[in-house]
């Protein structure tokens, strides 16, 4: 070992940092190391055994503490760290991630398991007044992913990524600039080691992943801190489960979020509302809220945007209107924009209030733009945050289940305009992330008891906390716009905001396509919001399509449905680990990423392939090297892993497997989540020989207690399987929380790929007999609340 640092050491002397910076002395207290510099200082703090935190202070600087993305709770208490002072190198060791630092000439070198990943190429370095940078050396072979929402290949080594949050309106196969601009990056090596860096600080600058094709990676930035995160891991999932808990995790959200939304641009009276959910219950269609985009207050596009009220011409009874839908189990989603017209009845108000950003005068700062002359509300402002959040107060008072926040880039925000956090580049990417923190905390002082809802165009590092359900913008409404929205919501998921969805059907564009609509639907019921949303040109809803096209679209929604106890139990997994539910099939294997741009999976179970051209109706699909054999969902034909099929399909479905071993919780189909219930349960079993033994669960609670399962007011069903060649036994165990009242249950166990030379099948040692079907038997019981089943089969 001593052989191979001291090779690294010395190898990476040609490519040393700051040649002019020099080391002068350090010192070692409470885990921090700080070492003095001839132009600055290092300040180096680990944080877990596979996590280090690494800042430069600059001469005459003061250290900022002070971080958008970090949560108090990433630092490990009671973290042992070995520190070490051997002449002309210092060493760090922390677990699974070290550091090694020469003294002369100056350099730090991060390792995993005692193997270099990265190190310091010229460290920080001021370019000039407006230029900054952090530059640190990679591998040749190193893939690199991260950077926020791009439509550029999953492999994004190459690129020089602006970060600047900005909209990019009818996108198709490629956007290189868009909502959500995220200082990560994650990468994996050719030997399985993984590692990802994320710049901490939130002005605007750029990201370079070895554009110039030298081994570098470079943050350039205006201003701030000169701080990064390094951490390092054993697979994607690692890194991703590790950078969520550096900058949190994503609260569940109220299980009405997972039905079916009606959404256009958009609703212009409150007839259009009624008459909208009406059409849905009229054709038996389940939908779960209704969403309003900007006419809800004012009639015109633009000159209205600021009001944040009701207009009453045409929606004369809102309260009536909300408190009706929800009685029927149908929640009410408004539109805000953090912008003021000056023309807005909300704007005299708002300057006398002072609640807007201002100019060098400390006037309000004004600007034009689409919808017409504006000011901003500034969110960092404690005056702001308060005046926002009154008015979000008073619309939740009349029954509104949840809350969109569009334009949060924000759409336009002019370098002249100053908060109270700092001019408008500083702040330009985290305000959506501070507008999204200021209704989560809003909701956790006066709506304590309820989740909330918080739809967002924008945002920043770790805005997963605060319960943010993402976008992908404006996409086109085309084969193109549908290409790139695997790609972005995987890239999002990996970078822990896992509610990245698209605008199924498209949004921009007057297209008009039924294939594309019913290919998109398709893929979005493997999606984590299933949204239809346009432009008025053609509609979005499913109820408002064709007799033809409704009925196909229907079915797509009742399995979206039927799949709910799956889905919610994805979604309770991200919030205690941070998985995202759309994940990557390279997520645990970086070998398997040709699949990964075509394939990706739905949790842990299945594998889904979106078809983004027209008049395809077979696929070559290539299964992952796991050993597992995967399971056709609409046909049962099962595929061996480690191969490329080629799979028919019709137009009601896209390809979608099943992996062997995999335990899927479904239901019955329902009219909306307030009739969801776990009384009626279905699990599907996919046997497979080649998997002995395998797990799965399904997660339930009152759907909109925050935090329910900490408070203890949830059931947690447990699956196990244990197969041998002359028998199988399958486990169902109940977990109930010590604040959670449930009731006996009807479960039916599916058992797919069933071997057809069944000898007896008992539950809890009594003989029971199975509904046949080809390979597929069905197993009827009742299960007690709190108890355990035991099926045994033998063959």
């Given amino acids: ?47 877990t055994e596979s996590m280090v935190e690494t800042s430069f202070i600059p001469t005459g600087e003061r250290f900022d503490s002070h ?20 002449k002309n190198k210092l060493s760090l060791q922390c677990g699974q991630l070290n550091l090694a630092i020469d003294k002369t000439p100056f350099q730090i070198h991060y390792l995993q398991n005692n193997s270099e990943i990265l190190s310091e190429k010229e460290g920080f370095t001021k370019v000039n007044d407006s230029t900054q940078t952090i530059s640190l050396n990679i591998e040749a072979d190193d893939q690199l992913y991260g950077g926020g929402a791009r439509a550029l290949g999953m492999n994004r080594r190459g690129n020089r990524l602006q970060l600047y949050n900005r909209a990019h309106y009818g996108y198709g196969t490629r956007a290189e600039l868009m909502n959500f601009c995220i200082p990560l990056v994650l990468a994996s090596k050719s030997n399985n080691r993984y590692y990802a860096v994320h710049f901490d600080n939130s002005a605007i600058g750029y990201l370079d992943l070895d554009s110039q094709k030298n081994n570098t990676l470079r943050y350039e930035t205006i201003s701030g801190r000169k701080t990064y995160q390094v951490m390092v891991g054993n697979s994607l999932t690692d890194l991703t489960q590790k950078y969520t808990g550096l900058t949190g995790k994503q609260p569940l959200p109220p299980r009405w979020a997972f039905g079916n939304l009606a959404s256009r641009f958009g609703y212009h009276n409150q007839n259009e509302v009624e008459n909208t959910i009406r059409k849905f219950q009229e054709n038996q269609i389940p939908v779960d809220g209704i969403i309003l985009d900007l006419y809800w207050f004012g009639k015109t596009v633009q000159g209205t945007m600021g009001n944040l009220d009701w207009d009453k011409d045409n929606f004369p009874n809102p309260e009536k209107m909300i408190s009706d839908l929800s009685a029927q189990g149908v929640q009410t989603i408004l539109i805000t924009e953090p912008f003021i017209l000056t023309t807005s009845s909300k704007w005299r108000e708002a300057v006398d209030k002072k609640i807007l950003v201002t100019d060098k005068t400390g006037k309000p700062c004004t600007w034009d733009f689409y919808f017409g002359n504006t000011s901003l509300v500034d969110v960092f402002k404690p005056e702001g945050k308060d005046w926002f959040w009154n008015v979000y107060k008073r619309l939740i008072k009349q029954g509104v289940g949840g809350m969109w926040g569009d334009l949060g880039e924000p759409e336009v925000f002019p370098s002249k305009a100053i908060t109270a956090a700092g001019k408008a580049d500083v702040v330009h990417n985290v305000y959506g992330h501070q507008w999204a923190q200021l209704i989560a905390e809003g909701y956790q002082k006066d709506f304590a008891n309820q989740r909330p809802f918080i739809l967002m165009r924008a945002g920043y590092s770790g805005s997963q906390r605060f319960g943010m359900i993402p976008w992908s913008g404006d996409v086109s409404r085309s084969w193109d716009g549908l290409k790139s929205q695997m790609e972005i919501s995987l890239q999002m998921g990996l970078q822990g905001l896992g509610y990245m969805h698209s605008d199924l059907g498209g949004f921009a564009g007057d297209y008009f396509d039924n294939e594309l609509y019913l290919r998109w639907l398709q893929y979005g019921v493997f999606q984590p919001i299933f949204r239809p949303h346009a432009q008025e040109d053609v509609a979005s809803e499913v109820a408002r399509k064709d007799i033809a096209t409704m009925a196909q679209a229907k079915k797509l929604v009742e399995l979206r449905y039927q799949l709910m106890p799956y889905n919610y139990t994805l979604a309770f997994e991200n919030n205690q680990t941070g998985m995202p539910l759309m994940r990557p099939v390279m997520i645990e294997n970086a070998s398997t990423q040709s699949i990964s741009d075509k394939s990706y999976l739905w949790g842990h179970a299945f594998m889904v392939t979106p078809i983004s051209q027209a008049g395809v109706t077979s696929s070559s699909i290539t299964f992952p090297n796991d050993k597992r054999h995967w399971f056709d969902f609409y046909t049962e034909q099962k595929y061996s892993s480690n191969s490329t099929e080629n799979v028919n399909f019709g137009a009601d479905h896209i390809p979608v497997f099943v992996a062997g071993g995999s335990f899927v919780p479904m239901t019955r189909t329902f009219a909306n989540s307030a009739q969801y219930s776990f009384s009626d349960l279905m699990i599907h079993y996919y046997y497979d020989e080649a998997v002995p033994t395998s797990d799965g669960q399904a997660y339930n ?64 040692g009594q003989e029971v007999s199975a509904k046949m079907s080809g390979h597929k038997a069905e197993i009827p019981m009742l299960w007690h609340k709190g108890s355990t089943i035991e099926i045994q089969i033998q063959f």
């Fill in 701 to 764: 609670d009152d759907g909109k207690t925050p935090q329910a399962f900490e408070k203890g007011a949830y059931e947690l069903l447990k699956f196990s399987a244990k197969n041998t060649a002359q028998s199988m036994r399958i486990t169902l165990s109940d977990e109930l929380g010590k604040n959670y009242q449930t009731t006996d249950k009807k479960a039916t166990l599916t058992i797919h790929n069933m071997p057809m030379n069944i000898k007896k099948i008992t539950v809890d």
């Fill in 67 to 86: 971080s958008y993305a970090v949560v108090p709770s990433a630092k490990k208490p009671g973290l042992k760290v070995k520190f070490t002072d051997n």
């Fill in 1 to 47: 070992m001593k052989k191979t640092l001291a090779f690294l050491l010395v190898s990476c002397v040609a490519i040393a940092q700051n040649a002019s910076r020099k080391y002068i002395s350090h010192t070692w207290s409470q885990n921090i190391l700080e070492i003095k510099t001839s132009d600055g200082a290092y300040r180096i703090e680990p944080y």
